[in-house]
């Protein structure tokens, strides 16, 4: 059953390693996309970004480099937010029947938009949905049957000047629609490079290392219970007097199994259940420290900061109590009440190295 207790462990850590490994990877890979695409000129500075460092000055240059990402981003959002908060799409104007029955729509409608992006002067950069105002159904005629013409084809000598000006509003509407849907999709961009960042702003409550270090704690906390719940059952009159417990149970209790272990069993549950996990471990330790001797260090008071750090992140936002410092080595890393209690990478690589270990070692 311990070796179970502890396999299942090791998956567990496997998969958030995983995770961690998947949204690092994806932070890169999308960086590098960013830095390549046209429109991401002003995210240039993220070309400075040391990616997969442990160099404390390159982490802090990263840190500022998310920080100024961060601004800029929140100010494109808000930019696309507010320019589509004053556009709607509008209905498509109707073509007229002459170029419907003879079937030019969809060649007119390519020639006007290649037109429009490589012909007509655009100095004051103007959407092509305005741009496409300045040209004249009158200028269009001229230069599709001046093609024609040389072509020999006249199958557009049935389109008169009205029939342009109706593809030409036609256009309009439709390059429009396709500005305001590409603006949509630049808010969304955006919206998911904000999430993206934001996953490794340390102070950010979705940061990738914050949440993997609370799934960790959780498992850690259950494969503990089970574990020291089995070492409890396996050398109970030894670990009893360590255990403060004030509760008497009565011959009826007793009576309701066939034996002692099942009864046992039962007291144990009962024992453990109302306790946290920096009880229990605080119980095996007096009770035997060697089991907290990792490579010759002892790493009970590094365990019991690890769980006031995950406590300070799941009831306080990560900052710092004057309770963070009751037990563990809290005052030892330079972190004073109303900080913040920072999980990065390096901290939640060694603590999972460290929970791994621990696990591994602990006895039957």
Do not use: W
Not at 172 to 184: A, G, H, Y
Not at 200 to 210: G, L, Q, S, T
Not at 277 to 299: M, P, Q, R
């Amino acid at each position: 059953m311990n070796s179970i207790l502890k396999d299942r462990f090791r998956d567990e850590l496997k998969t958030i390693k995983g995770y961690v490994d998947y949204i690092e990877n994806n932070f890169y890979r999308r960086s590098c996309q960013v830095l390549r695409a046209q429109g991401f000129e002003e995210f240039s500075i993220l070309d400075e970004y040391a990616f997969f460092t442990d160099n404390e000055t390159e982490k802090e240059k990263n840190r500022e480099i998310l920080e100024q990402i961060g601004h800029l981003i929140k100010t494109k959002i808000e930019e696309c937010t507010e320019v589509l908060s004053n556009v709607e799409k509008v209905s498509l104007s109707q073509i007229s029947n002459a170029i419907l029955e003879n079937d030019l729509q969809d060649c007119l409608c390519v020639y006007i938009k290649e037109y429009i992006y490589d012909c007509v002067n655009n100095p004051n950069n103007l959407p092509y949905s305005k741009l496409i105002e300045t040209v004249t159904a009158e200028e269009i005629k001229k230069e599709i049957d001046l093609v024609d013409e040389e072509s020999g084809d006249k199958c557009y000598d049935m389109l008169k000047v009205e029939d342009y000006e109706s593809i030409l509003e036609f256009m309009r509407c439709t390059l429009f629609n396709e500005e305001v849907e590409e603006k949509k999709a630049d808010l969304e961009e955006y919206l998911e490079l904000q999430t993206l960042y934001s996953i490794f702003d340390e102070k950010a409550p979705i940061n990738i290392y914050r949440q993997s270090f609370i799934l960790l704690l959780t498992a850690f906390d259950a494969v503990i219970f089970d574990l020291v719940k089995m070492l409890f059952v396996n050398r109970f009159f030894d670990m009893a007097p360590y255990i403060n417990y004030d509760k008497k149970f009565s011959l009826s209790d007793i009576s309701q199994h066939s034996n002692f272990e099942g009864f046992l069993e039962k007291m144990v549950d009962t024992i453990i259940g109302g306790k946290y996990i920096s009880d229990l471990l605080e119980i095996v330790y007096k009770y035997e420290k060697n089991i907290f001797n990792l490579n010759s260090n002892d790493c009970y008071l590094t365990l019991m900061e690890i769980i006031q750090r995950r406590n300070l992140h799941v009831h306080r936002k990560g900052i710092v109590d004057e309770k963070y410092f009751t037990k563990g080595n809290g005052n030892e890393l330079e972190l004073s009440v109303g900080d913040y209690a920072a999980i990065d990478d390096v901290y939640m690589h060694k603590t999972l190295e460290l929970l791994e270990k621990f696990v591994a070692n602990f006895p039957e």
